[in-house]
């Protein structure tokens, strides 16, 4: 009987498993690939100011996550640009890739790690 269930619970887990593995509809990269891809791309950058003011990259653009239109924001971007996210860690890029690929994006790339990842 036990085993009967077990096989059930096994089933259940892979099956969340996918489900949710499915759900990022966006690349995860590093930024060595960020750096070696040639065109038309653009770096938005959703750190706040301070986190910028310890360690930022030349040329992205800041979108604070935590103000009160930063989706608004982010529809702005052209949807015909590469668009290559970055925040601390990966969590709030995550959460803005996975936005703005649901709002009809389809260049959308999360460097993992965020600038954590990044060796100077």
């Not at 800041?62 to 971007?77: A, H, S």
């Amino acid at each position: 009987m036990f085993n009967k269930y077990l096989k059930y619970l096994i089933t259940i887990l892979i099956l969340q498993n996918t489900i949710s593995c499915s759900q990022i509809n966006y690349n995860e990269i590093d930024y060595n690939f960020f750096l070696n891809f040639e065109s038309n791309k653009v770096l938005i950058d959703v750190r706040t100011a301070e986190e910028i003011s310890r360690k930022s990259i030349q040329g992205s653009i800041q979108i604070d996550f935590y103000t009160n239109n930063f989706y608004e924001k982010l529809l702005n971007l052209d949807k015909n640009k590469n668009i290559f996210i970055l925040c601390r860690s990966g969590r709030r890029s995550g959460l803005a890739a996975k936005f703005l690929n649901e709002n009809g994006y389809s260049k959308i790339y999360n460097i993992k790690g965020g600038i954590n990842s990044i060796k100077d």
